[in-house]
T-cell receptor, first 114, second 112 residues
Framework: EAGVAQSPRYKIIEKRQSVAFWCNPISGHATLYWYQQILGQGPKLLIQFQNNGVVDDSQLPKDRFSAERLKGVDSTLKIQPAKLEDSAVYLC????????????FGPGTRLTVT | GENVEQHPSTLSVQEGDSAVIKCTYSDSASNYFPWYKQELGKRPQLIIDIRSNVGEKKDQRIAVTLNKTAKHFSLHITETQPEDSAVYFCAASKRGAQKLVFGQGTRLTINP
């Protein structure tokens, strides 16, 4: 079974530029999550989708971050404009449904904002 | 909201010895407690999890215990091996909200 795919793996941008990350969850997984992991810390949830609907985006900085999962499969996370403090690894995870909560993570995108 | 505290932040043990990592959570409604292993530059990998209807779960050399009354859970690794060296994260989630709240992580080093 293929795992969660993410791209790009690395991205370096200057502050105030924009960037987008892509995630393809495990086939058949209805729930998709985007987490931000700052160096030395545990992942922190940014947004959770159930199929193509948003379940929780309470910790998403909506003035600069946006995410979508239009067809209920792939998802994109965008930052515009980026700030220095956005430097982190952005992890995508998926789970089968909203009952069994085993979450499987992708390899992440390491973002460096200079 | 939920808060998860994890201790210790670093742990060094001799190969073959046991390692124990402890976490406490604040929300009594939490009912799912996974543990993830993250090697340097790699994705977090789910290694074991426990739900609030059981007190202990074991899978070969790793085990997790849960004390709902005290709101804490622990990861136990026996007969440690060099490949167990990694950062370990505990997490918690509650009914109706699948988001995981993570602890701060424990860097485990196995000394040969």
């Amino acid at each position: 079974e293929a795992g969660v795919a993410q791209s790009p793996r690395y991205k370096i941008i200057e502050k105030r530029q924009s960037v987008a990350f892509w995630c393809n969850p495990i086939s058949g997984h209805a729930t998709l999550y985007w987490y931000q992991q700052i160096l030395g810390q545990g992942p922190k949830l940014l947004i959770q989708f159930q199929n193509n609907g948003v379940v929780d985006d309470s910790q998403l900085p909506k003035d600069r971050f946006s995410a979508e999962r239009l067809k209920g499969v792939d998802s994109t996370l965008k930052i515009q404009p980026a700030k220095l403090e956005d430097s982190a690894v952005y992890l995508c995870a998926s789970s089968l449904d909203n009952i069994r909560n085993e979450q499987y993570f992708g390899p992440g995108t390491r973002l460096t904002v200079t | 909201g939920e808060n998860v505290e994890q201790h210790p932040s670093t742990l060094s043990v001799q190969e073959g010895d046991s390692a124990v990592i402890k976490c406490t959570y604040s929300d009594s409604a939490s009912n799912y407690f996974p543990w993830y292993k993250q090697e340097l530059g790699k994705r977090p990998q789910l290694i074991i999890d426990i739900r609030s209807n059981v007190g202990e779960k074991k899978d070969q050399r790793i085990a997790v215990t849960l004390n709902k009354t005290a709101k804490h859970f622990s990861l136990h690794i026996t007969e440690t091996q060099p490949e167990d060296s990694a950062v370990y994260f505990c997490a918690a989630s509650k009914r109706g909200a699948q988001k995981l709240v993570f602890g701060q992580g424990t860097r485990l080093t196995i000394n040969p």
